[in-house]
């Protein structure tokens, strides 16, 4: 980059990253000793109607792995979290479901336990205690969809298109139940939902479905994650690309992860057009830094909404939505964003600010 442009991001990715000073030591009040999980938001601790749960749990498990803190959990936390997540799998599907929600009920969420929940294992170094969903062997009600193309096509047909985000989110956290497949009938359904994904881009965005501009940027994003999952090219990443940056341009950003969303997505996209160039950084840095500001919290964490947190960020209610930091959001900002927007500035990401004695507070 020349001089001036590197001078720039450098003043920019200060402002970003002085957000986060206090995230290391808002994590451990959302720790839950007695069930070895993590809360959602700091006011979910003392309420009787909420629990540590799967998603805010695997979101705490990657901060801390992306802080370079695991290895400092001591050793009793380190097996409460796997109980946690071990204890949470349903020894007859091989899904892991909190036993306190509606999560069984939902399709799209019991995709998404079962990737977190696997993921945050394996960083634990553990295994689930059962095994996993195995769609070869026979159908059952939480695999029918992926028994033939035919099957698969109609629950396409089924997904509500008129929101672009929530149909794809649905195709995308369909990507890990789908690697479980022999590779035969994998290949031939992940063909499926590609071809038929691309059947509905607009040609000129490359958006599939409707919804707000963030909405269908947001749908294009979970498409993306899903062909960098199964391994194939994201259709029409060019249109993609310039039509996300147009919406980052000109759309109020109040949500969290209408933040974080475009911001992954032309990194996926970028680099399958052969990188992001260093104008284009330098603009995603500066709006990424400026939307930022309204969703860091007082407590520390980053909320999901400009001002307060999510009551129920995917269809189960987990916080009552107040001015705090929640799970949701700061699992974003830390994992994806602020080490995102560093790699493309081609700078190294400065080390999280540690407390002193922190991992000392998970026992206390």
């Not at 629990?51 to 380190?78: K, Q, W, Y």
């Not at 095994?131 to 059952?140: F, I, N």
């Not at 047909?157 to 009938?185: F, T």
Request: aromatic share 10%.
């Amino acid at each position: 980059m020349t001089g001036t442009t590197a001078g720039t991001l450098d003043g920019e990715l200060a402002e970003f990253d002085h957000l986060f000073v206090n995230v290391l030591d808002w994590l451990p009040g959302l720790w839950d000793r007695e069930r070895g999980g993590f809360y959602y938001a700091l006011s979910s601790t003392g309420a009787s109607e909420f629990e540590a749960d799967i998603e805010s749990t695997a979101f705490a498990v990657n901060i801390i792995a992306r802080a370079g803190l695991l290895g400092s959990l001591p050793r009793a936390v380190r097996t409460a979290l796997v109980r946690f997540f071990q204890d949470r799998q349903d020894r007859r599907s091989g899904y892991f479901l909190d036993p306190q929600n509606e999560m069984r009920e939902i399709e799209r969420l019991r995709g998404r336990a079962l990737d977190m929940a696997t993921s945050a294992l394996a960083r634990l170094g553990a295994e689930p205690l059962y095994p996993l969903p195995d769609p070869g062997t026979g159908a059952t009600a939480y695999t029918r969809h992926v028994e033939s193309v035919d099957a698969f096509e109609e629950w396409l047909d089924q997904r509500p298109w008129e929101n672009s985000w929530l149909a794809q989110d649905n195709i995308q956290a369909q990507a890990a139940l789908l690697m479980l497949l022999p590779d035969s009938r994998r290949d031939a359904l992940v063909g499926t939902a590609i071809r038929y994904v691309s059947a509905r881009q607009d040609p000129v965005t490359g958006f599939a479905g409707e919804g707000v501009p963030y909405n269908r940027l947001s749908g294009a994003f979970k498409f993306a994650l899903f062909c960098r999952q199964v391994g194939h090219a994201v259709p029409r990443a060019r249109e993609i690309y310039d039509a996300a940056f147009e919406v980052i341009r000109t759309q109020e950003c109040t949500d969290a992860c209408w933040l974080r969303n475009p911001v992954e997505l032309i990194d996926v996209v970028g680099a399958q057009l052969g990188g992001v160039g260093e104008r284009d950084v330098a603009e995603l840095v500066r709006i990424t830094t400026a939307n930022s500001r309204g969703f860091a919290r007082d407590d520390g964490g980053f909320s999901r909404h400009l001002g307060h947190s999510l009551e129920a960020p995917n269809e189960v209610r987990l916080g009552f939505g107040l001015d705090e930091g929640d799970l949701n959001a700061t699992h974003q900002f830390v994992t994806t964003v602020r080490p995102t927007l560093y790699r493309l500035a081609g700078v190294a990401a400065p080390a999280l600010s540690i407390p002193d004695g922190w991992a000392d507070r998970f026992q206390a």
